[in-house]
Nanobody, 115 residues
């Protein structure tokens, strides 16, 4: 059974930091491109960052220079370090694993940036 479990969300003040984690099981983690998506109320889900099996990374323009994605193949986990958070970063953040026709999602973790 495939499981992706996000953690690390919460309430943080503008300018603060959070580190999201996604623990996976039931997949050959090293084969997968891992991504973090987010969805704010009333908006479509958007790709925030991704990292391939070769550790090539992609960042949305809105988070470049503030967020860092990383992976640990030994722990079957992917992380999103979020610095200099802004109110517009408020959303539910989802972990995604994709490899060929296989596409798996976590349940999401809420990130709220507010004073």
């Amino acid at each position: 059974q495939v499981q992706l479990v996000e953690s690390g969300g919460g309430l943080v003040q503008p300018g603060g930091s959070l580190r999201l984690s996604c623990a996976t099981s039931g997949i050959v983690f090293s084969f997968y491109t891992m991504g973090w998506y987010r969805q704010a109320p009333g908006k479509p889900r958007e790709l925030v960052a991704s990292i391939t099996s070769a550790e090539s990374t992609y960042y949305a323009d809105s988070v470049k220079g503030r967020f860092t994605i990383s992976r640990d193949n030994a722990k079957n986990a992917v992380y999103l370090q979020m610095n200099s958070l802004k109110p517009e970063d408020t959303a539910v953040y989802y972990c995604n694993a994709v490899a060929g026709r296989y596409d798996h999602w976590g349940q999401g973790t809420q990130v709220t940036v507010s004073s």
